[in-house]
């Protein structure tokens, strides 16, 4: 089959690999109908993240049929349409039964290699680092789901497969965040980043009943797909001196009762911080640039929540002091889409959330390494790149 692989930090290339088969009698076999680049992709293209193997195929947002199928798979079947959360869970162990999907106990074989760092190991998941499991990715023709019971999501008849790919990753990610925040009427919610996960931040706290979200970002086509396709205010931080004082100045003086961080290790930012981070993780000195969670924990009001929805390294300069001063409530995880599936796709088929306007670019698999160029450099008001494999 055709797949997108990793053959060193920016070095991608769209070559012939082995086909996948079922492996375990729980696992079934899709072949791809769609799969999408996603933001935390870059971090190890970048050379950020360590762990990727020459040939490694990567990708881990996608929707798909079923064509193989094991002999202990009892709830799906071989033809039917369905999309898959990014994460894998077994279904059966302690976090799984807490519904804290993305922290599997089972599903990371290479939980050693995470340990050191982490302390203790998360789930697997497609088409990332060998600590997270050395997974084949989503980026082509064919892909194995373990415990494909607990994973395989089908989609409802009346939803279309674009709208219904995002809801492997970029749509949980963000409503989880919103989830977070645990929104009371009357809220302010700001979201930090206008991409998929930071748009899907922004609907779901409106969903949830946020009164006021707003939306803070640079870009003037996402802040526009912001305004235009979720209904969020915005703020547009490369044209404000402070983005503290701009949101304590729309929020009364006391800030947003919530804050949704999406951006990630890679940010952009303003200021000396900013210089310093990038000059650091130029030299790898840092992982990260993480002006956009600082910003986060000061603008946030005291007493609220700040949710954590972007991919972290090690980080430098993280203000401490303020969380504690300011009675800050921390929340982050990776996304446990096995909770929200269900519901968002019935949002999907309602008509209460639309997400088809994240793919601005479609394309097939042999134009993939185009589209990461595209999706990292932000060209062309690029949200995200879609992929046909077939």
């Known amino acids: 089959m055709r797949a997108l692989v990793w053959n060193g930090v920016n070095d991608l290339a769209v070559e ?27 971090h190890f293209i970048d050379g950020y993240l360590p762990g990727m193997r020459e040939g490694d195929v990567f990708g881990h947002e996608f929707l798909g049929t079923i064509v193989e199928a094991g002999p202990e798979v009892h709830e799906r079947k071989v033809g039917d349409r369905v999309v898959v959360p990014s994460f894998i869970a077994c279904g059966n162990c302690w976090y799984c039964d ?5 922290l599997c106990d089972t599903t990371n074989p290479n939980a050693a290699a995470q340990q050191p760092l982490l302390g203790y ?40 497969d674009l709208s219904a790919l995002f809801v492997s990753d970029a749509v949980p990610t963000g409503f989880m965040g919103a989830d977070f925040c645990d929104v009371s009427p009357g809220d302010t919610v700001a979201v930090f980043g206008a991409g998929a996960v930071g748009l899907m931040a922004a609907a779901g706290a409106k969903i949830l009943g946020a009164e006021r979200v707003i939306v803070v970002d640079r870009l003037p086509e996402r802040l526009a797909a912001a305004r235009d396709h979720v209904g969020a205010e915005t703020i547009d931080y490369s044209d404000t001196d402070s983005v503290q004082e701009a949101l304590r100045e729309t929020t009364g003086g006391r800030g947003p009762d919530a804050v949704v961080e999406a951006v990630g290790m890679e940010g952009h930012g303003t200021g000396l911080q900013s210089v310093v981070d990038r000059a650091k993780q130029a030299v790898r000195a840092e992982t990260d640039r993480a002006t956009p969670l600082r910003e986060a924990v000061l ?29 800050l409530t921390i929340r982050a995880a990776q996304q446990h889409g096995q909770r929200y599936v269900p519901r968002l796709l019935r949002h999907l088929a309602d008509g209460e959330l639309r997400t088809s306007f994240l793919a601005t670019h479609r394309m097939p698999l042999e134009d993939a390494v185009e589209g990461y160029r595209i999706f990292k450099e932000k060209e062309d008001g690029c949200l995200r790149a879609v992929f046909s494999p077939s």
Do not use: W
């Open 16 to 42: 012939t690999v082995p086909d996948p088969h079922v492996l375990n009698p729980r696992d079934v076999v899709l072949e791809v109908s769609l799969t999408t680049t996603c933001g935390s992709d870059l």
């Open 98 to 102: 807490r519904q804290m999907y993305s």
């Open 121 to 160: 190991p998360s789930a697997g998941i497609y088409g990332y680092t060998h600590p997270f499991g050395g997974y084949a990715g989503s980026h082509a023709q064919f892909v194995r789901v373990p415990f494909a019971d607990v994973n395989c999501f089908p989609v409802p008849d009346g939803v279309d």
């Open 299 to 327: 603008a946030c009001r005291k007493g609220g929540v700040v949710a954590v929805l972007g991919v972290y390294g090690l980080t430098d300069s993280f203000p401490t002091g303020v969380v504690l001063n300011k009675g």
